[in-house]
């Protein structure tokens, strides 16, 4: 999943096995409130992290991200209902 690290954060964690600190999403993965998996093309799947705080807990237990490119695709969902939210739709025509 891309993302933005501290420089100190990835060299704590560099090995000779692992000199990019990949080891380091782990860690950062038990501080986060969601844990993810990424189908590369295709979708993120986020799935809420229950050691992250106890207390706290974020309500969605579990979201999926479709990367869906065509617009007319991502109406039909949201018409369905098989999809609660979107961008970048198009303005429906006429009937």
Same mark, same amino acid.
């Given at each position: 999943?891309?993302a *933005?690290?501290?420089?100190?954060?990835?060299?704590?964690?560099?090995?000779?096995?692992?000199?990019?600190?990949?080891?380091?999403?782990?860690?950062?993965?038990?501080?986060?409130?969601?844990?993810?998996?990424?189908?590369?093309?295709?979708?993120? *799947?986020?799935?809420?992290?229950?050691?992250?705080?106890?207390?706290?807990?974020?309500k969605? $237990?579990?979201?999926?991200?479709?990367?869906?490119?065509?617009?007319?695709?991502?109406?039909a969902?949201?018409?369905?209902?098989?999809?609660?939210?979107?961008?970048?739709?198009?303005?429906?025509?006429? $009937?």
């Open positions: 999943m891309p *933005v690290y501290h420089p100190k954060l990835i060299k704590k964690h560099a090995t000779e096995k692992d000199p990019w600190g990949l080891g380091t999403q782990d860690e950062l993965c038990r501080r986060r409130r969601y844990k993810s998996q990424l189908e590369a093309g295709s979708e993120v *799947v986020y799935e809420r992290n229950e050691d992250w705080n106890p207390v706290r807990l974020p969605i $237990r579990r979201l999926i991200w479709r990367i869906i490119p065509s617009a007319g695709n991502r109406r969902l949201i018409e369905r209902g098989d999809a609660d939210l979107s961008f970048d739709l198009p303005e429906q025509g006429p $009937r």
